[in-house]
């Protein structure tokens, strides 16, 4: 009865080890999703400023080829 006791604790041990593996794994993909997820955002936030550069100098540009009366 010992000896089964020992094996299920065993294979309990095992299971748990494979799980918390899974876990550090899960882990780790979670932290490369959030770092994408950051660079992304920056990349967008700095695209978006430099489309409003881009328009406010083409509204400047426009607004100086207007002949004036």
Known sequence: ????????SLKSLDMI??????????AKFLEEMQ????LLATKVMKLEKRIE????????RDLNERPKN
């Open 53 to 60: 550069e881009l328009e406010t100098k083409e509204y400047e």
């Open 35 to 38: 770092d994408n997820q950051k």
């Open 1 to 8: 009865m010992i000896e089964q006791l020992k094996e299920v």
């Open 17 to 26: 080890n494979k799980n918390a593996e899974g876990l550090l794994k899960l």
